[in-house]
């Protein structure tokens, strides 16, 4: 469904299993980040009252989701950690020329989007089919329906503003380059890397 070209080594999980806090400090951070690329896209691009609408559910959603994995950290006796770059995302936003008309721009925005919920969405299924922390993989199963849910938004709208089958064509391409990616950053102690 998702489409994604290199799938997570289930490795990755025994990572996140020696390393908890560390990957819900990136995840609450991640969660943060998703509401701003939300709110983001409202400022950037007023002109889609669709788009503004769908932008201000999913940044109050993000923002849920934040408080959630908080709550966690907290209830670890452990305090939010200090704000780290997100070396995945860095990367993948590297793979469309800047510039281009605004529809382009937006549509570029939209792709990114679209594929780190689905790299998410594919994540949190892994940790909630193999974390020995029940509790926490019922959690991440939870969130994984939503991550599913905000990749097809952003996808869907990327198709309905772009040229569909130009659209489809760049998201191909963008998901061979994210496979690149992950060979390289699909060990970290982080949701994406």
């Known amino acids: 469904m998702l489409g994604l070209k290199l799938p997570t080594d289930p490795r990755w999980v ?7 806090d560390e990957i819900l400090t990136d995840h609450a951070y991640c969660e943060q980040k998703a509401a701003s690329t939300a709110i983001s ?3 950037t691009f007023p002109e889609y009252p669709d788009l503004i609408n769908e932008m201000v ?6 923002m849920g989701h934040f408080k959630m994995v908080h709550e966690r950290i907290l209830a670890r006796g452990k305090t939010l ?3 780290r ?8 936003q590297k793979f469309f020329p800047k510039g281009g008309s605004r529809t382009t721009q937006l549509v570029h925005r939209l792709l990114y989007a ?3 919920e689905a790299r998410s969405c594919e994540r949190f299924r892994l940790l909630s089919e193999q974390l020995q922390d029940k509790e926490l993989a019922e959690f991440y199963r939870s969130l994984m329906e939503s991550e599913a849910g905000h990749y097809t938004l952003f996808l869907n709208f990327a198709r309905k503003y772009g040229d569909r089958q130009e659209v489809d064509e760049k998201w191909k391409a963008l998901l061979e380059y994210e496979a690149s990616i992950m060979k390289d950053l699909g060990t970290g102690e982080a949701i994406h890397g």
């Open 114 to 116: 679209a594929l780190i």
């Open 14 to 20: 025994n990572i996140v299993e020696m390393n908890i």
């Open 41 to 43: 896209l409202i400022v």
């Open 57 to 62: 559910a999913l940044s109050r959603e993000e």
């Open 85 to 92: 770059k997100d070396e995945y995302a860095i990367a993948l």
């Open 81 to 83: 950690g200090k704000y």
